[in-house]
């Protein structure tokens, strides 16, 4: 399956970037991207990636998730992961990925207690 991205707002400042396929090095990838940096353009400031459809992930695909993150960073917002199988979070878990990016099991426990940012707080990146 192609890497497919639906957003949806599950409070008005909370975006949900429900990513369902494979997340893996290809065109594709640069899909998340851009979809994030869209929603920072428009001042967006709390994101959720969930990645509960996602049967696939790789080197590539995990490069994607911090390069958001980082990017979510330095526009002063905030980017969690959410919903990963067993597999996806075994990665993301081995690489340290969860280290710098907050990541949780389901997408109700990263919507919960999600932090606003305010000018001044110190970035993780």
């Known amino acids: 399956m192609e890497l497919s991205i639906e957003i949806h707002h599950a409070e008005p400042d909370i975006a949900v970037l429900q990513v369902s396929g ?3 090095l290809g065109a594709e990838r640069d899909q998340l991207e851009k979809q994030v940096a869209s929603l920072l353009l428009r001042n967006q400031r709390r994101l959720v990636v969930d ?7 790789d080197s590539a695909g ?5 390069q958001c993150a980082y ?7 905030g980017l969690r992961v959410a919903g990963g199988n067993q597999h996806v979070q075994k990665l993301l878990d081995m690489v340290g990925l969860n280290l ?3 990541c949780f099991p389901k997408l109700e426990d990263a919507l919960r207690n999600f932090p606003v940012r ?3 707080d110190k970035a993780r990146w």
Do not use: E, F, H, Y
């Open 51 to 57: 990645l509960a459809g996602v049967d696939r992930i």
């Open 71 to 77: 990017r979510a960073s330095r526009a002063g917002a």
């Open 62 to 66: 995990i490069g994607t998730l911090a």
């Open 100 to 102: 710098v990016i907050d």
């Open 22 to 24: 494979k997340l893996k």
């Open 118 to 120: 305010q000018p001044g």
